[in-house]
């Protein structure tokens, strides 16, 4: 069966189920670094928000084997489990007054985003693109974006120099700053996934239950080993788009507080790894252990670069090694 046969097939067997409440679509979307993904658009009646479902995956699961009939049971169960409970008013959109206290910033790969980038106001960063965004937030909705286009500009009567001044003013009180080290993230990510499955204490032993989840956690992720320089991992609160971190003022106060520069490793659009210098650095060993990466762990759509960047504490500036 062809993606568009797929396509078709389930498409129609999730609208029969709904009925008439959901006006269900299907939209190619691009996505970041030219990545296309077809979406199964869910829109509520009167609501200004959607829900996206992307198939691709599914797709793969179908070509492995997994019966269509059980593709479509889990495409409806995962959007009833994700269904937004609010209904999201978006009327302030169209005042630019309104949307400029929501307004940030995300980092792109500036090659792989030669197409988007035709359509949205920007600057040129290193090797980067820095792209404006209108964040928004809410219990149920989590953290979500609209990236801002130049149509939006227009109805707005904004320059591209203002507009992507007031997101590099705004974005850093909305999405503040965390620099954690490396050890202290994995630590609290292997501490959640051990405590899900241990069984629950027994009455009186939630003291001793949660000292074994530390003593494992820690274990797991390397507290307390000696040797080794300490890896700080940097993004926003949110985790959404975090590497833009790096464009804050205050987060570059913070590393000229060093006595040495910094080597930067691009993890992800969401974050970024901070590699103290010592001097005895390999710089084709940073870039081959950074491409390693990319290649084996990183969403093509979430890939920000293949570069190493050097934060100069002298000079307070960041460029490529």
């Given at each position: 069966m062809t993606m568009e046969q797929f396509i078709n097939k389930v498409s129609n067997a999730v609208r029969a189920y709904f009925g008439g409440g959901l006006d269900i679509t299907v939209?190619?979307?691009?996505?970041?670094?030219?990545?296309?993904?077809?979406?199964?658009?869910?829109?509520?009646?009167?609501?200004?928000?959607?829900?996206?479902?992307?198939?691709?995956?599914?797709?793969?699961?179908?070509?492995?084997g997994t019966p269509l009939g059980e593709i479509v049971r889990k495409l409806i169960r995962t959007y009833e489990e994700h269904r937004?409970?609010?209904?999201?008013?978006?009327?302030?959109?169209r005042d630019y007054g309104k949307v400029r206290t929501r307004l940030a910033c995300r980092l792109l790969n500036l090659e792989k985003n030669r197409e988007l980038l035709s359509q949205v106001p920007h600057q040129i960063w290193l090797d980067l693109a820095v792209?404006?965004?209108?964040?928004?937030?809410?219990d149920e909705l989590g953290c979500a974006c609209i990236l801002i286009r130049y149509g939006h500009m227009r109805d707005w009567k904004i320059d591209e120099e203002a507009l992507l001044a007031d997101a590099?003013?705004?974005?850093?009180?909305?999405l503040r700053p965390e620099c954690v080290p490396m050890s202290d993230f994995l630590y609290d990510m292997m501490r959640q996934t051990v405590e899900e499955q241990l069984p629950e204490a027994e009455p009186g032993e939630e003291e001793?239950?949660?000292?074994?989840?530390?003593?494992i956690a820690g274990l797991l992720a390397g507290r307390g080993r000696p040797g080794g320089r300490?890896?700080?991992?940097?993004?926003?609160?949110?985790?959404?788009?975090?590497?833009?971190?790096?464009?804050?003022?205050?987060?570059?106060?913070?590393?000229?507080?060093?006595?040495?520069?910094?080597?930067?490793?691009?993890?992800?659009?969401?974050?970024?790894l901070l590699l103290e210098e010592?001097?005895?650095?390999?710089?084709?060993?940073?870039?081959?252990?950074v491409r390693e990466v990319n290649e084996k762990n990183v969403p093509r759509e979430e890939f920000l670069s293949d570069s190493v960047y050097y934060f100069d504490r002298k000079t307070g500036r960041i460029r490529i090694l």
């Open positions: 939209q190619k979307v691009m996505k970041n670094n030219g990545v296309e993904m077809t979406g199964l658009i869910f829109m509520e009646k009167g609501s200004d928000i959607a829900a996206t479902i992307y198939l691709d995956s599914y797709y793969e699961a179908y070509g492995e937004p409970a609010e209904k999201l008013n978006l009327d302030f959109f792209v404006p965004c209108c964040v928004l937030m809410g590099r003013a705004n974005m850093q009180k909305i001793n239950r949660g000292l074994v989840l530390d003593q300490q890896l700080l991992i940097l993004s926003n609160i949110q985790h959404f788009y975090g590497a833009s971190a790096l464009l804050y003022p205050d987060v570059q106060k913070l590393l000229t507080r060093g006595e040495k520069g910094y080597f930067i490793l691009p993890s992800s659009v969401h974050e970024v010592t001097g005895n650095e390999d710089r084709c060993g940073l870039y081959r252990m």
